[in-house]
Each structure stands twice: as structure tokens, then as C-alpha cells.
């Protein structure tokens, strides 16, 4: 009997130490959700938690932020590979910030883009190869900084 829990606690104090050791850029959803918790780390350690909506299929990226009068909450795309990233702002209501991140969650680039309802909208774009894209209600990165952010799952 005491090997069996000694067992047990091997196996959990594994899992634990596991787990511990994710990657941090790796992106947690919620099961049967679309929402993530993430953290945004600054330059200088300063922590900003968010609680966002995920684009990680094809149709909720091109669908995004469109059409929404409001945006309470940011939303995080996601993407199997790095690239070059690029969006538009067709059909959304409200002015948007953006910040891109690479593979590993570090900054590239940030930007703020204008609402578009007429062809041709602008096309914003990331500075080098990304595989995250965070969208955020304008003026937040006024508040706390546009450059220098980290990705982490929280």
C-alpha cells in the first residue's frame, strides 16, 4: 500500500514539474471556448493580464473583430507557422491596436488601425515573420507602452 502512494506522489510531483516546464509563449484555450488568458510582460517586468477572444481557424480570422459597435475584450490570432502577417480593417467599427509577436511571444511590431467600410482598406502589416497577432481595443497600448511586450500563456 505505501508503494502504490509513494508511486502516486512520483507520478504527480512529475506531471507538476511537467507542466511547470511549459514553453510560456504556448497559448491555452479553454476547453469548449474561444477565450485565452494571457499575460502581456513589458520591458521592464510590468505585468498586464487580458483575458481574450482566440481567431485560430481560418473563417474566425477573416471574420475577426467585424462588425462589433464595441470591443470589450481583445481578441489573439493564432497561426500554425510564421509569416509575414498582414489584416485590414474591412467592415470593422472601431479603431483597433495591434501587436504582432513571433514564435516565441516576443514583440515585432505594434500599430493602430483605422475602422474601413469602403474597398480599398489599408492593409497593416507585421515588420517581420509573426505567428501571433493581438488585437486590442485602441488606446490601451497608449496606456501601458507599444513596444517591448512579451506573449505568455497565463
Avoid at 500554425?80 to 516565441?104: G, N, Q, R
Avoid at 493602430?112 to 482598406?121: K, R
Wanted: proline share 6%; hydrophobic share 45%; glycine share 6%.
Amino acid at each position: 500500500m505505501r508503494r502504490i502512494f509513494f508511486t502516486l506522489g512520483v507520478l504527480f510531483l512529475l506531471a507538476a514539474c511537467v507542466w511547470a516546464l511549459k514553453p510560456a509563449s504556448t497559448i491555452m484555450v479553454e476547453p469548449g471556448g474561444m477565450f485565452a488568458h494571457i499575460l502581456l510582460v513589458d520591458v521592464n517586468g510590468k505585468k498586464t493580464p487580458l483575458d481574450v477572444e482566440v481567431a485560430s481557424t481560418p473563417e474566425a480570422r477573416q471574420t475577426g473583430l467585424m462588425h462589433r459597435s464595441t470591443v470589450e475584450r481583445g481578441m489573439l490570432f493564432t497561426f500554425e507557422t510564421s509569416s509575414v502577417l498582414m489584416f485590414w480593417m474591412k467592415d470593422t467599427l472601431v479603431p483597433l491596436d495591434i501587436l504582432f509577436f513571433d514564435a516565441d511571444g516576443l514583440e515585432i511590431s505594434a500599430l493602430t488601425m483605422q475602422p474601413c467600410t469602403a474597398d480599398p482598406c489599408p492593409l497593416y502589416r507585421s515588420d517581420s515573420p509573426a505567428r501571433y497577432a493581438l488585437e486590442l481595443p485602441v488606446g490601451l497600448l497608449d496606456i501601458h507602452g507599444k513596444s517591448g511586450w512579451k506573449l505568455y500563456a497565463k
